[in-house]
């Protein structure tokens, strides 16, 4: 078992290991570093963002992005709480709360050092989840091959990750340098979710800042979803006139995102 996340919190050495997610990221067009990193194997890795907007558009008695949530917490077997976000501290970030970690669940998430995290109910575990929510981050769910690293586990694909990312520090900004054919895999968009820009956009530009990904570019004076988009949320949230339209399109999205993280992880 590994002493705590990355050398019980050493911003340092923290910073030196997202520098090399990083170069990973940039190096990733190389078909040889693609299947050699275990960081960028799609069998190592699969991420879905949840879209958590207030104002999403849903099929009439459907649920939400949440509950796909809640119901991943009330099936798990062991939930653990980390007590810190490891990116934020080390970036130093002023924009959002460091001291909101990463939900974990699974067998693996017991061997996660007591030092750093400690283990919690259902209850007490999607209150973090709505604390981190109403914070402004958003949740990024699913296998991930680099937090074996930062906790310094063995891979048994049996450590779920619930991360809360802020587009800030989170190491997954630098997926804006993957292709996007790399990042269909590793970080499918939520089933069902559409993202679309209406005709109240006025060019502002404030979604384009907020998407940490670089999937929104201004076209003539309008915003334009990239392929890119993973459907996270934030150029909704950011929008100032309500532009951005998110729609959850298929009722049965929970069910099918549900089994679809059940066949690469066991919580």
């Known amino acids: 078992m590994g002493r705590s996340v990355v050398e019980a919190r050493n911003p340092r050495k923290t910073r030196r290991l997202l520098k090399v997610v990083e170069t990973a990221a940039k190096l990733s067009f190389m078909p040889t570093v693609r299947y050699w990193h275990p960081w960028l194997r799609n069998d190592r890795t699969e991420m879905r963002w949840l879209p958590v907007n207030e104002d999403i558009e849903v099929v009439p008695g459907s649920p939400l992005p949440l509950d796909l949530l809640q119901t991943l917490v009330g099936e798990a077997e062991h939930r653990v709480l980390v007590d810190h976000c490891t990116c934020r501290e080390a970036f130093g970030c002023t924009h959002y709360p460091v001291d909101v970690g990463c939900l974990m669940m699974g067998d693996s998430a017991l061997e996660i050092s007591p030092e750093v995290s400690r283990k919690v109910g259902p209850a007490e575990a999607m209150q973090a989840v709505r604390r981190a929510v109403d914070a402004g981050l958003v949740p990024v769910v699913g296998r991930a091959r680099l937090d074996h690293v930062f906790f310094g586990l063995k891979d048994r694909a049996s450590l779920m990750t ?64 990239g392929e890119s988009c993973r459907a996270c949320g934030r150029c909704a949230s950011a929008c100032p006139s309500g532009a951005v339209k998110i729609t959850l399109e298929e009722a049965d999205f929970l069910d099918r995102a549900r089994e679809s993280i059940r066949s690469y992880v066991r919580y």
């Open 162 to 225: 619930v991360c809360f990312c802020c587009e800030c520090c989170c190491l997954t900004r630098y997926m804006k340098h993957v292709p996007v054919s790399i990042h269909e895999s590793l970080f499918p968009r939520l089933e069902g979710v559409s993202v679309e820009v209406t005709d109240d956009c006025t060019g502002c530009g404030k979604c384009v800042n907020r998407c940490y990904l670089g999937a929104i570019t201004l076209d003539d004076g309008t915003a334009v979803i």
